[in-house]
């Protein structure tokens, strides 16, 4: 049986060994896929431990993803330009990343929504792990200029020089948001509502055809999805959609066949209204 996990802080309540059972059930794959709690301390021991016993396979989830990046022996494209790894395959005797975030995004947005990305004037609130993940894979959809805020505007500078596109990508100070003008994407990509408060986001920011994302899901989202709504969005959609399709893309690297996502995403949507 091929050993799969999660790594992650905390990770308990974690989703990822349900869907991937769900998936290796759909495609007879047989497989283990646990949760393995580690903190930015203990990741390095923990997932040597874990190559040792045969692991063949892992995702990263907050607060690791960075770290992850700097533990693997090589990157796909997408995580070498976020400098953030989600998804780890066991290659030459160490590890390669990967970061399906971006791509998951993507396709729930266009496939299960009906996006049209082209040409969205968009805005990413946060530069950590979760915007790193999404953004390369929002410029190669196609979006029009991407302006990324965050609490520490050192984090989106530093977001901005490693997406290397100067003329699409726009580091701003959040106290400036009022000025940018009306977005037609909007992506939250912050951990502030996991225990404080959403930053405070003038309503003017949403453009009449906008779409507002969160990354988070459950109640992590409701502040933002809340906000988006009273602010006159066209769509809400919260990070359900993503996390199912990021985890097949996941799926897809390790086992070479990208399960159908439709039948998981209905039954945790039924848990997660
Ligand atoms: P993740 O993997 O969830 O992105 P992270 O890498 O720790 O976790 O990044 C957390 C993000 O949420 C960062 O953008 C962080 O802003 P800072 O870079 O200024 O720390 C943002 N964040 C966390 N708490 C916040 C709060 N209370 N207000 C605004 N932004 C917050």
């Not at 003017?204 to 989202?221: F, H, I, K, P, Q």
Request: glycine share 10%.
């Amino acid at each position: 049986t091929l050993r799969f996990a999660v790594f992650g802080h905390p990770v308990a309540h974690s989703l990822s060994p349900q869907i991937h059972a769900a998936f290796a059930r759909e495609l007879s794959i047989a497989l283990e896929y646990t949760a393995i709690d580690a903190t930015a301390e203990t990741f390095p021991d923990a997932l040597a431990r874990f190559a040792a016993a045969g692991g063949a396979g892992a995702n990263v989830t907050l607060p690791l993803k960075q770290q992850a990046a700097a533990l693997c022996g090589s990157l796909g494209d997408g995580a070498r330009r976020s400098g953030a790894v989600n998804t780890l395959v066991r290659s030459n005797g160490g590890w390669h990343g990967e970061n399906t975030d971006g791509r998951g995004l993507v396709r729930d947005l266009t496939e299960r929504h009906g996006l049209d990305l082209r040409q969205r004037r968009t805005l990413l609130i946060g530069a950590g792990g979760a915007a790193r993940g999404v953004a390369p894979a929002l410029l190669e959809a196609g979006i029009g200029d991407l302006f990324v805020v965050n609490r520490t505007p050192e984090r989106a500078d530093a977001l901005a020089d490693t997406l290397g596109e100067p003329a699409r990508v726009h580091p701003r100070y959040l106290a400036d948001l009022a000025s940018l003008g009306e977005f037609d994407l909007i992506v939250h990509a912050t951990s502030a509502t996991r225990d404080a408060a959403l930053p405070a986001l003038p309503m003017s920011l949403v453009g009449t055809r906008a779409a507002a994302v969160d990354v988070n899901y459950g109640e992590v989202a409701i502040p933002f999805l809340a906000w988006a709504r009273a602010a006159g969005a066209r769509d809400a959609i919260d990070g359900l959609g993503m996390l199912v399709e990021q985890a097949a893309e996941s799926f897809r690297l390790w086992h070479g066949r990208r399960p159908a996502t439709d039948e998981v995403y209905a039954g945790l949507r039924e848990r997660y209204a």
